[in-house]
């Protein structure tokens, strides 16, 4: 059986775009009370829609602008995130909440309603200039945060957001602090490689990330993270079909939530699974979909296996 590479049809709902925080980068933030929320019956609408005409997506993406912690509107705004997310599960989709650093009690009540839950360290630097309003990017209360999601018992995404102002000697440390949260609590089910492009939104004058250099990060990532965790690329920040097979051939394993609309690099657009298929059979690469809770971590949730049988095989990451 040639190797599995999965991807997640996914749909984004985005509870608000609001966000306290502004990184450079961001092609998404409205500042604090300059957006309207996300109610529940628009998001029903959407999901009793997607049910009728999108039979194969599975996860619904939450991916949020964040409320200040101290803001008397931050308890509304988990509230709502819950509401969304059960909202999902009871239209028959796997929900993964994105909102940035949560309290112990924040957390604990948004894991119990989604199947996992995502936050990425981007990178362990505190001096970056991108960050330098985002008090949300402080990267030691990010770290904790993926210790505290271990504690839950939480189905754990993370990633590095890779050319944001760092330097290749920076990602070593990054990769290494996120192995170690693993090895503590064993809830890193994937790592995203994201690389820095230029979007039409932001104010950032960033470079971007030369791509070619992403296969070696690739490489070193997988050196460095525990062979169960899987690699993450995005496939429309990566639109050079052999880089993309470089970085496959490197010990990427999956391809993320693929959908009509990136929310984060909007100017980014999919590409079709079809066409991905396509372009991996050349290299002798089955694309298959999975659930944003990967069955090995099905546990974690009290859900048994056989519910979803592991399509991929154990040495996926070995390539
Ligand atoms: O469409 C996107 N999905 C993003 N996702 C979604 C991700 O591809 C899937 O939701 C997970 O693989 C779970 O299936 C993220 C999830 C995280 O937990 C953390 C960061 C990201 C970043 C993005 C992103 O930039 N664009
Ligand atoms: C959802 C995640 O997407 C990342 N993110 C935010 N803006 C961008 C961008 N322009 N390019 C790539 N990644 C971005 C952040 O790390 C955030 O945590
Ligand atoms: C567009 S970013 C959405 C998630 C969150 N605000 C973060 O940056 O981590
Ligand atoms: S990247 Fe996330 S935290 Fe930063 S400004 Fe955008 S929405 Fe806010």
């Known amino acids: 059986m040639p190797p599995v590479i999965t991807y997640s049809p996914a749909v984004t709902l ?13 092609n998404f933030r409205v500042n604090p009370g300059q957006d309207t929320w996300l109610t529940l019956d628009q998001a029903r609408q959407r999901l009793t829609t997607l049910r009728r005409l999108s039979p194969q997506v599975t996860e619904i993406l939450l991916l949020s602008g964040e409320v200040h912690p101290h803001s008397p509107r931050r308890a509304d705004w988990v ?12 239209w028959g989709f796997w929900p993964h909440t994105n909102c940035g ?15 996992s839950m995502g936050l990425m360290l981007e990178q362990l630097r ?5 960050h330098r309003h985002a008090p949300s990017k402080d990267p030691s209360l990010r770290l904790a945060q993926l210790e505290q999601a271990g504690s839950l018992g939480i189905p754990f995404t993370t990633g590095l957001l890779l050319g944001i102002g760092e330097s290749p000697a920076d990602w070593e440390p990054t990769l290494t602090a996120i192995a170690q949260a693993h090895h503590r ?7 995203i490689l994201q690389p820095y492009r230029r979007g039409a939104a932001q104010r950032s004058h960033l470079p971007d990330f030369p791509l070619p250099q992403l296969p070696s990060v690739v490489r070193l990532a997988r050196r460095i993270l525990p062979a169960e965790i899987t ?15 470089d970085c496959l051939a490197a010990g990427a ?24 298929t ?29 519910f979803c049988p592991d399509p991929v095989p154990k040495d996926k990451n070995l390539v």
């Not at 509230?79 to 009871?90: E, F, P, S, T």
């Not at 505190?126 to 991108?130: E, F, I, S």
């Not at 391809?255 to 657009?269: A, F, Q, S």
């Open 14 to 26: 985005v509870p608000t775009y609001e966000c306290f925080n502004a990184c450079t980068y961001c």
């Open 79 to 90: 509230a709502h995130l819950q509401q969304l997310a059960q909202l999902a599960w009871d």
């Open 101 to 115: 650093p949560l309290s112990e009690l924040e957390m604990g009540q948004l894991g119990a309603v989604n199947a």
């Open 126 to 130: 505190p001096d970056l200039a991108v």
């Open 185 to 191: 609590w064993g809830h890193i089910q994937e790592v």
């Open 231 to 245: 690699l993450q690329i995005p496939p429309n920040l990566v639109q050079y079909p052999q880089i993309l097979l």
């Open 253 to 276: 394993g999956d391809l993320g939530g693929i959908g009509p609309k990136d929310e984060v690099n909007p100017d980014y657009p999919y590409p079709q699974v079809a066409q991905l």
């Open 278 to 306: 396509a372009l991996l059979a050349v290299q002798g690469y089955t694309l298959q979909p999975r659930l944003p809770i990967y069955p090995k971590w099905l546990h974690f949730k009290g859900i048994s296996p056989q």
